[in-house]
């Protein structure tokens, strides 16, 4: 389903959310003398000639305790704007998503290497090598991990619409051993059973377990998952992929080109 409407959000800084409750929360905190006191200096500073001076200890004071009060009703309101803006980025990729993300992240560290070499496997549930593979494998095993096989979901949506797939390789029909683990046809595949995200959308629009599709500057294509994982400056995600040194979780959502912004959660996922 393409979205405009469904899948936007306006666009949004997790560092200055967190930098505006960081700091609310501090104003809130304070000592009630300490605001007291910041508001008497204010009130006797004050240089508008149109608020005449308070006479009596307890008119000043109340009048002290009355800006406070209200100050701290603003303060308030602004911790509750930057919860539920916090809860609302923390909460908007599902849990089918987020249990993605987790299954890509646990790959890195297990000894694959690139290996782009045609295999022969088995159908269903064919997979290269457990110590081999290419990006493409990266959303495969992922998939799998939550129980779905996008090596028959693929060969099947091929079979049964064959033509609306690249013809990039001169096949004149699906091959189940490699058509899923092809950029291009997962792309197809993605965009007519899951979630297009328009790439003109913001950059908060990315969430864990969105599937991102590149253009290396060879020319290649080569496709990721978005993963829980932050960047260190904390305004994008971290992508898992394979790009020749076997699955790494990287900041390099915006290193090369964007083809493509997917979300694909079967409405049969367990």
Known sequence: MRIGGRGWKPERSAVTERTLLASALRMLLNPLPVRLQAARKAHHEDPRPHLPPLSGGRKEEGAVASTSNKRCLQVLAAVCVALSALATDAGAATAFRLRLAAAAEAQPGHGVRYDPAYVVIDYPGGDVPADRGVCTDVV?????????????????????????????????????????????????????????????????????????????????????????????????????????????????????????HYRYEPAAAP
Do not use: K
């Not at 029909?173 to 297009?196: K, M, Q």
């Open 140 to 260: 495969i095993r992922a998939y799998r991990e939550l129980g779905i096989d996008l090596q028959v979901a693929v060969h099947e949506d091929m079979s049964g619409a064959f033509r609306a797939y690249p013809h990039l390789w001169g096949l004149a029909g699906p091959d189940r051993n490699i058509d899923h683990r092809r950029v291009p046809n997962l792309a197809t595949f993605f965009s007519r059973h899951g979630e297009v995200v328009s790439l003109s959308a913001p950059a908060a629009s990315w969430e864990p377990g969105d599937i991102v599709t590149w253009r290396l500057s060879s020319g290649v294509p080569h496709v990721g998952i978005v993963a829980s994982r932050r960047s260190p400056g904390g305004d994008r995600h971290d992508v898992v992929h394979n790009v020749g040194a076997g699955p790494q979780t990287e900041d390099v959502l915006y290193s090369y080109e964007i083809t493509g």
